[in-house]
């Protein structure tokens, strides 16, 4: 499985941005799908995940109500549409595949395959 992410950029605070997560594989419509990121100097951090059915989404309190996760099986890939941006959301942003039968986790280690990583950065 291979991840592809895209979407990146510079934005000023309260823009938009939306993100692209592609995969190859077959295995991309029976897998749970999670966005992820790191800011200069921390931890990874959980930001969303959907369901492989996109029944179930999840997200990180800090992007609750600004960010959405959604999929396209069709295409193999997931989206982060991210609104009302600050610039507490710069980082480099990480798409991941879940690992199977685990439900919908925000645990980074639950997670087996990653993207290159996009930066998101927001100006003030």
């Known amino acids: 499985v291979q991840l592809q992410a895209s979407g990146g950029g510079l934005v000023q605070a309260g823009g938009s941005l939306r993100l692209s997560c592609t995969a190859s594989g077959r295995s991309f419509s029976a897998s749970t799908m999670g966005w992820f990121r790191q800011g200069p100097g921390k931890e990874r951090e959980f930001v969303a995940a959907?369901?492989?059915?996109?029944?179930?989404?999840l997200y990180a309190d800090s992007v609750r109500g600004r960010f959405t996760i959604s999929r396209v099986d069709a295409k193999n890939t997931v989206y982060l549409q991210m609104t009302f941006l600050r610039p507490d959301d710069t980082a480099s942003y990480y798409c991941?595949?879940?690992?199977?039968?685990?439900?919908?986790?925000?645990?980074?280690?639950?997670?087996?395959?990653w993207g290159q990583g996009t930066q998101v950065t927001v100006s003030s």
């Open positions: 959907i369901s492989w059915n996109g029944i179930n989404t």
């Open positions: 991941a595949r879940q690992k199977q039968g685990t439900g919908v986790s925000r645990m980074v280690p639950m997670y087996d395959y």
